[in-house]
């Protein structure tokens, strides 16, 4: 079983910045794939950001250029740095993780783009 717990959302202006981190569990954390959704109110839930075992990153077009997902391995957590924050970006962000074909997934953290 591998817990997720996720913080750093909060309230920003439009063109601010946002570090979201996410702390796993398990002594495998290297093996996980790791990764960022978001749920905006309405819709479903999206990927934002994956970063494989190796560090391959991928991203959803709409945040290529503004949104930055890493990993620390020593650390057990991944982060996704937010920037240039527009409006539509605000949601709620959930932290995930595959390992073994099982995927895992923390409670959230809520982000707000508003003036």
């Known amino acids: 079983q591998v817990q997720l717990v996720e913080s750093g959302g909060g309230l920003v202006q439009p063109g601010g910045s946002l570090r979201l981190s996410c702390a796993a569990s398990g002594s495998s954390f290297s093996m996980y794939t790791m990764g960022w959704y978001r749920q905006a109110p309405g819709n479903q839930r999206e990927l934002v950001a994956r970063i494989s075992r190796a560090g391959r990153t991928n991203y959803v077009d709409s945040v290529k250029g503004r949104f930055t997902i890493s990993r620390d391995n020593a650390k057990n957590t991944v982060y996704l740095q937010v920037s240039n924050l527009k409006p539509e970006d605000t949601g709620v962000y959930y932290c995930?993780?595959?390992?073994?074909?099982?995927?895992?997934w923390g409670q959230g953290t809520q982000v707000t783009v508003s003036s």
């Open positions: 995930y993780a595959a390992f073994l074909q099982v995927d895992y």
